[in-house]
């Protein structure tokens, strides 16, 4: 078994085919799909007492690291 392939194009691809799968009335404009996402983040956020601003904020550092390579 090969080892999975987690480029960032790879990545890009694979939560786009989700996000599409999860908000199938996006039509898949992009924006769309993302500001769903985004906003159902921060109420799961919400209702597990974690500060979104700070998991955002690791999240643009790991995406930097990755994007760096």
Request: hydrophobic residues 35%.
């Amino acid at each position: 078994m090969s080892a999975p392939n987690n480029t960032p194009a790879n990545q890009a691809e694979r939560i786009l085919d989700a996000l599409n799968a999860l908000y199938p009335d996006a039509s898949s404009h992009v924006a769309d799909l993302m500001e769903y996402a985004l906003c159902d983040l921060r109420h799961l956020a919400d209702q597990h007492v974690i500060c979104c601003g700070s998991t955002d904020q690791k999240g643009y550092r790991t995406y930097l690291q990755e994007k760096a390579g």
